[in-house]
């Protein structure tokens, strides 16, 4: 497991869930090894540090995948109701979740931590506290999407 903390940002939130930044392609190996199950990306096609068939690569390992291309200038409620669907509906399976800095994941993990795990503040905001403070368009959907739960008593599925 050692080797995962190379990975950019990379933080364990539990046996089961994991976040980063956008891994290299020789660590997804790394992740496959590490017993991981869905690989999902939030990040779009043309981030930074992007890998080209990425999804290829992930699958060619045994490893289901998913992106969800959130962009970075217009991150919308659909993509967090979106994402938390796809969490839900994972179940039991180990997942790792990814963008290009662990920004866009770890403010979404926040979300669906919070509002569909139940989770205390304090606990649900890591690794979110760890990594950023979300300002502009994030810092507005971070309350829109808690105004959405707080007003609706949703659960987070579409």
């Not at 790394?30 to 869905?38: E, K, V």
Request: charge should be negative; aromatic fraction near 10%.
């Amino acid at each position: 497991m050692d080797n995962l903390a190379q990975i950019r940002n990379y933080h364990a939130l539990d046996e089961r869930l994991a976040s980063s930044g956008q891994p290299e392609p020789e660590q997804f190996q790394l992740i496959a090894d590490a017993g991981y199950d869905i690989v999902v990306n939030l990040a779009l096609p043309t981030s930074d540090n992007a890998i080209a068939q990425e999804g290829s690569l992930v699958s060619a390992l045994g490893l289901s995948y998913v992106q969800i291309p959130v962009r970075w200038d217009a991150p919308s409620i659909s993509d967090v109701l979106l994402f938390c669907a796809l969490m839900q509906a994972v179940g039991d399976k180990k997942v790792w979740v990814h963008c290009a800095f662990n920004m866009r994941v770890s403010c979404f993990l926040y979300l669906y931590r919070r509002h569909l795990l139940k989770m205390p503040e304090p606990q649900a905001r890591f690794p979110l506290s760890e990594i950023w403070e979300p300002e502009g368009v994030w810092r507005d959907l971070v309350n829109n999407v808690n105004a959405y739960f707080e007003k609706s008593g949703a659960t987070g599925l579409i």
